[in-house]
């Protein structure tokens, strides 16, 4: 059975799944979808050409699939939204649509995207993405499964962050974060391998022990990059972790946060 509230307003063109629930002052345009058991608390507005999973619960005041706020969006252009299960979508989140014709904004499964949180155009965020309160996502950045967006950081247009790192509050991101690692600061910089999160992320203590020799070997003895990456290929051949930290490397078009010199003592401890 769908409940919609008297004072929402659900455009005939939209395609709604059983058990949902739209709230009071709701507004859903044309051409758009939402899943199975998903709830639209109050005052949430879906824009068209977007997709909403199942078993997802969105909070007041949030806008899904509105037009991007880049300059070079050109009217009656038709961009999309794709926002996947079981998220949780709290008070006043913004997820903007793509800019260019035909290209999107997607956000996985079991993300939670806390309050003013926001999601800019053509972003990608993968499964199980934390970003905290008033966390920023610049157009076209890509988040990695399991990342940790800290409150009131802010990345800028094209960065990646990788698979289970962590950005800490009120970080200013201006390059890559590669997976497994916490960066700190204003501009953020690797500082140490995210252990918590990767255990929380389900990888075994020889994995995180592989991830943090392949970080000291990369960052803390003094080598050229292109030598330190040759030597951690050689050490860790059939390591799918240390794989994925090579890959963000050799694909990095901002450059890495690399860590400062006073990081050096924190990995050697």
């Given at each position: ?104 904004s ?8 806390l ?5 800019a ?33 802010a ?43 990767m ?18 070997i ?52």
């Amino acid at each position: 059975m769908i409940q919609v509230n008297k004072h929402a307003v659900v455009h005939d063109r939209a395609e709604i799944g059983d058990n949902c629930v739209i709230g009071p002052f709701c507004t859903v345009a044309a051409n758009t979808k939402i899943g199975a058991n998903t709830r639209l608390r109050s005052h949430v507005v879906v824009e068209p050409y977007t997709v909403i999973g199942e078993d997802c619960d969105i909070y007041p005041f949030v806008t899904l699939g509105i037009q991007s706020q880049d300059l070079k969006h050109i009217a009656n252009t038709i961009t999309y939204t794709e926002i996947g299960d079981r998220n949780i979508i709290r008070e006043f989140v913004s997820i903007h649509s793509g800019t260019e014709e035909g290209s999107k904004s997607t956000v996985g499964n079991d993300c939670a995207l806390l309050a003013h949180s926001h999601v800019a155009h053509n972003c990608t965020v993968g499964d199980h993405v934390v970003m905290s309160h008033s966390a920023t996502l610049g157009g076209h950045v890509i988040i990695g499964d399991y990342a940790n967006i800290g409150g009131l950081s802010a990345i800028h247009q094209f960065c990646h962050v990788g698979t289970a790192a962590m950005v800490g509050g009120m970080c200013k991101v201006v390059q890559d974060v590669l997976p497994f690692t916490i960066a700190d600061g204003a501009p953020a910089h690797m500082r140490v391998i995210n252990k918590i999160g990767m255990e929380r992320a389900g990888y075994s203590t020889e994995e995180i022990t592989e991830v943090r020799k392949a970080f000291r070997i990369l960052f803390m003895r003094e080598l050229r990059l292109e030598a330190a990456v040759s030597e951690v290929e050689d050490e860790f051949p059939d390591s799918p972790s240390i794989a994925l930290m090579i890959e963000a490397i050799n694909s990095s078009q901002r450059g890495l946060a690399r860590p400062e010199s006073a990081t050096f003592e924190i990995n050697v401890s």
